[in-house]
């Protein structure tokens, strides 16, 4: 009897450990797919300066406002954002198919500016400017990977042309994202 | 055919000597804050294995709203050990349990707004503790437990407090 007792009082401290709710589990499990929920990273130092981003339940993102960090896809290219209080940075890779591999990205008078910082945009302008990202691993709508980069600041916009500063002037250090989601 | 005879067998053993239960109950840990008081209703029964012991088995179905219409409903089915702890049969005692969610169903809406019933079953541990006694011959049981459900890798756990009533038309003198 006491043997007995004390068992089940074992499973029920085991099972109280258990950090969510059933439905809490079932919802996670649903929506990535059966991995669990899962936290997106994304880091890097733009000239020495630290950002870092982290999202929880990434997969869960709302939907009726902008992601904070995901990769989603267009067409023929795909596009990395994410977003945090101190900066923004994106990258775009031209391809129809995702895979695991090395991008770089040069100079484009049509592209976004790629990242800004307490305010400030940089851009891929000059033609010494690059961003370079390397994708690790790319499992079940998930990528993670690091990148690496030189951009110009833009001094002021202006019409009909902004005013840059030094090119490749505006570092990108130490970039890794792990797990970020993809979507389509 | 066979679930249907099984089936047969537990009602009509419940119908011949069993208790009838009342509780309110509540949901603890993470993810219930959501969720209002509980109640449930349950039938018990069970046979003496020595003088101051019981084998009981029980089944029953626990509610829990929330607001708007949602909440979660579950159907545990345990069996148990039932210890007075003076050994005779009446008084104070102890009940460690064991079972199976028979069926369990979650009614909400998920963070997309949309309405999403997710169904479930799981194992069952419970303790509780009681005390037996009598009215006019009447048995009557004042119990309390703490129950987890494990399924899916997540657990609903709960604190039920409970009364409940001997019925059947069998023994009138029994326990349970």
């Known amino acids: 009897m006491k043997f007995y007792f004390i068992a089940i009082m074992a499973m029920i401290l085991f099972s109280s450990c258990l950090k969510q709710s059933i439905p809490d589990a079932m919802l996670a499990s649903k929506n990535s797919g059966g991995k669990g929920s899962i936290t997106a990273t994304l880091s890097y130092k733009i000239n020495g300066n630290p950002v870092n981003i982290s999202v929880a339940d990434a997969d869960n993102q709302s939907l009726y406002s902008y992601y904070t960090l995901d990769c989603s896809k267009n067409t023929g290219y795909y596009n990395i954002e994410g977003i945090s209080n101190s900066g923004e940075i994106t990258f775009t890779f031209y391809t129809d198919s995702l895979t695991v591999g090395t991008y770089r990205r040069a100079i484009s008078y049509y592209d976004p500016f790629v990242t800004s910082y307490n305010g400030e945009n940089e851009y891929l302008y000059a033609p010494s400017d690059s961003i370079t990202v390397n994708i690790t691993s790319y499992d079940k709508g998930h990528i993670s990977g690091n990148f690496s980069g030189a951009l110009t600041p833009m001094i002021a916009a202006g019409n009909p042309y902004n005013t840059y500063g030094t090119p490749s002037s505006v570092l990108i250090t130490n970039g890794s994202f792990k797990n970020v989601p993809v979507f389509y | ?176």
């Open chain 2, 1 to 176: 055919m066979n679930k249907k005879l099984f089936a047969t067998s537990l009602l009509f053993f419940f119908i011949i000597q069993a208790n009838a239960q009342l509780g309110v109950m509540k949901l603890v840990g993470n993810g219930t804050k959501d969720y209002k008081m509980g109640f449930g209703a349950f039938i018990k029964t069970g046979f003496p294995v020595s003088e101051g012991s019981d084998a009981t088995v029980e089944i029953g179905v626990d509610i829990f709203p929330m607001d708007g219409g949602y909440g979660t409903a579950m159907c545990p089915l345990k069996a148990g050990y039932r210890y007075t702890l003076d050994g005779t049969g009446k008084g104070f005692y102890v009940e460690p349990q064991v079972g199976f969610n028979v069926y369990g169903i979650t009614s909400l809406q998920d963070k997309n707004g949309e309405d999403v019933d997710l169904k479930y079953h799981g194992v069952i541990f419970a303790a509780g503790t009681g005390y037996l006694f009598s009215i006019s011959n009447i048995s009557f049981d004042v119990n309390l437990r703490y129950e987890t459900v494990i399924a899916h890798g997540g657990s609903n756990n709960l604190v039920s407090l409970g009364i409940s009533k001997s019925f059947g038309f069998g023994r009138r003198d029994t326990n349970y």
